[in-house]
């Protein structure tokens, strides 16, 4: 125990002394395959020993990844590095990776490494090379994103000793060789931080794969848990049975459940050559994907394929709902992604045919994201009329009902979302299915109140936006009531959009756990939601009451326990079995974002998360909408 303690001080002080002179460097970068330049290196040398050596020899790899995150030759100088060149990279962070053949018996160190060239590199895949430069560690999203770093090699002199040379046999990634348990507690000392800590390949996931960091890996024939995306890239697992459901996912069901046989795959093949694979939730990448073994910004340790196996389809089905029953009333949420008239007809086309046919005409229908009249253009507009019309007809057109509306425009740039667009939520509701009671005062800044109205609880404003001047709102949507009645019982429908999940800490972040600093808001919104909703019961103990919307958080999160403070809500997804419960997927996570939460006089409905969108590579939103059925 000496031993490790005292080994881990001395890498904290590197760390420390690495990050005083600049070497744990990176920034953001504008999309998933493009990284930014790793700055210069200081010449100061944290560590000891003469540079570019070791007392064995000539410095090889595994010297220089070492068994902590950071590399004990961090700001260095190292001169006579070889190996095989497994992968080379022309496009974004443009490099090449290669490893020694010969690798030590510790399990801890790579015998991989990255070097960046910062133009693309003149090496080729076989090449035995020799390489000189400086040790950095680059932090993809820059040292205040919270995330590991990258060992490299920067400003590197490279000569080609010879080519054709047979690769380093691959180490497969499997779900034998991953651990069950995916992260070290970070150590309090060092802010919770896992960085100094020495690696446990056959403990943790994340130091497993911390361990293979610049090897040539491979996966056999793999389930799809992550759609192809915009930036050509898919996930996958490599453990097929770990909380998957029954569409091909993984679901994502409390924060010690971080589904460690996760992957992502990118393509070190230009698209111009080979166009990335289109793949949904629940395919299979067959055969045998192999490369090098990267660490990114946006998802963490990715493999960048030299060999990239076949998309096998499985033809995944978008869900369609039932139909409400006459007497049932049917209340949906849907994020529609910033609707603005600018986008093309398609989408608004696709949008209502889903409404229609998969949600089955909800006789309301909460929406998040919808901009105003010009959409991201800033130039001080903030109606929707245009945008709402557009859609209301095109439901129309898709054979749906004549929906009628209501919302409240937000002020100028007030309410966060994409610079210009002012996005809101709006009702949708069917008049012939049921009324909206308008009272006339609402508006951005007046609070709607309850009062009391022949022994029954109502609104002030209808619609009106609830205590839309309280610090919880800053830079983010307010919450939009209105009153409906069905069959003559009241209904009061919150609809919401609460902060985002921006600026958290990533599942691979350094520190374990992650820092999840967004919640502050949203715990603080669904406290004045809250709020809200007990004044309703305790004017009208058994009123309906329906808190719906884009809630940014999981089912099991704080913000839902806050939601739910004092029984006056339940979360009305945990009345779907467990691999049921999601609205989103990210990074190869199925997880709950959208929710719809019931007063306690709804103790009787029908849930339904309607998944059209977020297991698709093809997709109208990026979340699936939310039906709730009961009778009032």
Same mark, same amino acid.
């Given at each position: 125990m000496p031993a490790a303690s005292s080994r881990t001080t001395a890498v904290s002080a590197v760390v420390t002394a690495a990050l005083a002179a600049g070497l744990l460097t990176g920034a953001a970068t504008t999309s998933a395959s493009a990284a930014p330049s790793a700055s210069a290196a200081s010449p100061s040398s944290p560590g000891s020993g003469p540079s570019g050596s070791s007392a064995d020899g000539p410095v090889r790899i595994h010297d220089i990844q070492g068994s902590t995150r950071?590399?004990?030759?961090?700001?260095?100088?190292?001169?006579?590095?070889?190996?095989?060149?497994?992968?080379?990279?022309?496009?974004?962070?443009?490099?090449?990776?290669?490893?020694?053949?010969?690798?030590?018996?510790?399990?801890?160190?790579? %015998? +991989?490494?990255? @070097?960046?060239?910062? *133009? #693309?590199?003149? !090496?080729?895949?076989? $090449?035995?090379?020799?390489?000189?430069?400086?040790?950095?560690?680059?932090?993809?999203?820059?040292?205040?994103?919270?995330?590991?770093?990258?060992?490299?090699?920067?400003?590197?002199?490279?000569?080609?000793?010879?080519?054709?040379?047979?690769?380093?046999?691959?180490?497969?990634?499997?779900?034998?060789?991953?651990?069950?348990?995916?992260?070290?507690?970070?150590?309090?000392?060092?802010?919770?931080?896992?960085?100094?800590?020495?690696?446990?390949?056959?403990?943790?996931?994340?130091?497993?794969?911390?361990?293979? %960091? +610049?090897?040539? @890996?491979?996966?056999? *024939? #793999?389930?799809? !848990?992550?759609?192809? $995306?915009?930036?050509?890239?898919l996930w996958v697992t490599v453990k097929p049975h770990e909380h998957a459901n029954r569409r091909g996912g993984t679901v994502y069901g409390s924060y010690d459940a971080q589904n460690t046989g996760r992957l992502q795959i990118q393509s070190l093949v230009p698209l111009a050559e080979r166009p990335f694979p289109t793949a949904d939730v629940g395919d299979v990448l067959s055969g045998t994907t192999e490369g090098p073994l990267d660490f990114n910004q946006y998802g963490g340790y990715t493999l960048t394929a030299r060999t990239l196996g076949e998309v096998t389809g499985k033809g995944l089905r978008r869900e369609t709902t039932r139909e409400q029953r006459r007497g049932e009333l049917a209340v949906a949420t849907y994020n529609v992604e910033n609707l603005d008239p600018t986008d093309p007809q398609e989408k608004f086309d696709a949008l209502a045919a889903a409404v229609v046919n998969n949600l089955a005409s909800p006789d309301i229908v909460a929406l998040e994201e919808i901009q105003d009249d010009n959409g991201a253009k800033d130039d001080g507009t903030v109606s929707a009329d245009r945008t709402v019309a557009k859609f209301v007809d095109a439901i129309v057109a898709a054979g749906g009902p004549a929906y009628q509306w209501r919302s409240v425009d937000p002020q100028d740039k007030k309410d966060g979302g994409e610079p210009g667009g002012n996005i809101r939520q709006v009702f949708l509701f069917d008049p012939e299915r049921v009324s909206f009671t308008d009272r006339a005062g609402g508006d951005a800044t007046t609070a709607t109140g309850v009062v009391r109205e022949r022994g029954r609880a109502a609104l002030t404003h209808s619609p009106g936006r609830i205590d839309p001047a309280n610090a919880a709102w800053e830079n983010s949507r307010k919450p939009l009531v209105g009153e409906f009645v069905f069959r003559g019982r009241t209904v009061f429908v919150v609809a919401n959009h609460f902060a985002s999940k921006g600026g958290d800490e990533s599942l691979v972040s350094q520190h374990q756990p992650p820092t999840r600093s967004s919640e502050v808001q949203r715990h603080a919104q669904a406290g004045v939601v809250n709020t809200f909703v007990k004044k309703l019961l305790s004017v009208q103990r058994n009123a309906d009451v329906l808190v719906v919307g884009d809630i940014n958080d999981f089912e099991f999160s704080g913000t839902t326990k806050t939601l739910t403070a004092g029984g006056v809500l339940y979360p009305a997804v945990r009345s779907l079995p467990r691999a049921e419960r999601y609205s989103y997927v990210y990074q190869g996570n199925s997880q709950v974002l959208d929710q719809i939460l019931t007063s306690p006089a709804i103790d009787d409905f029908e849930y339904d998360s309607v998944h059209i969108n977020a297991e698709f590579a093809a997709q109208n939103s990026d979340h699936d909408p939310q039906v709730l059925r009961f009778r009032p």
């Open positions: 950071i590399s004990p030759l961090v700001g260095r100088q190292v001169s006579g590095v070889t190996g095989i060149v497994t992968g080379v990279r022309t496009y974004g962070s443009k490099g090449f990776w290669f490893q020694d053949p010969r690798p030590d018996a510790d399990p801890a160190t790579s %015998e +991989g490494i990255f @070097v960046f060239t910062s *133009s #693309a590199p003149t !090496v080729a895949v076989g $090449d035995a090379v020799t390489v000189s430069g400086t040790v950095t560690e680059y932090v993809p999203g820059g040292v205040a994103s919270g995330n590991q770093s990258l060992t490299q090699i920067s400003k590197p002199t490279v000569e080609v000793v010879s080519s054709g040379n047979p690769l380093p046999a691959p180490v497969t990634i499997s779900a034998r060789s991953v651990p069950s348990r995916y992260a070290p507690a970070g150590d309090p000392a060092a802010g919770g931080s896992v960085n100094a800590l020495p690696l446990a390949p056959s403990r943790c996931a994340l130091d497993h794969y911390e361990s293979l %960091e +610049g090897m040539n @890996v491979r996966i056999g *024939s #793999a389930r799809v !848990v992550g759609a192809t $995306d915009p930036y050509a890239e």
